[in-house]
């Protein structure tokens, strides 16, 4: 039977052996992918790869939306999503929402 520094110096020796194996893989690997792209002229793009400074699509502006309503007390609102509670609690006591309109 081997002794423990035996073992540990096959094993030393294998992690050796199986990093070269990895690293000729991969070469060849990269070699193949070159060859592939420059064959056909492919792009980063083409890959589905994202490219280093450009976006996919450019980002919308976000662009303020004017004011439709405001309150009594300076209130706003652009008449978009739920009603605020100050125009809710003013129609709530008889007026009309058509009031406010600016």
């Given at each position: 039977m081997a002794s423990y520094r035996e073992l540990l110096a096959q094993r030393a020796l294998l992690e050796k052996?199986?990093?070269e194996a990895r690293q000729?893989?991969?070469s060849d690997?990269?070699?193949q992918a070159r060859k592939l792209i420059a064959e056909h002229g492919l792009t980063a793009a083409d890959l589905g790869f994202k490219v280093a400074g450009a976006s996919a699509a450019?980002?919308?502006a976000k662009v303020a939306v004017a004011v439709k309503y405001r309150g009594p007390n300076g209130e706003s609102w652009s008449g978009r999503g739920k009603?605020?509670?100050w125009l809710t609690s003013l129609?709530?006591?008889?007026?009309y929402r058509?009031?406010?309109?600016?």
């Open positions: 052996q199986i990093e000729a893989e991969v690997a990269i070699a450019p980002a919308k009603a605020p509670n129609e709530s006591d008889g007026r058509d009031e406010f309109l600016v």
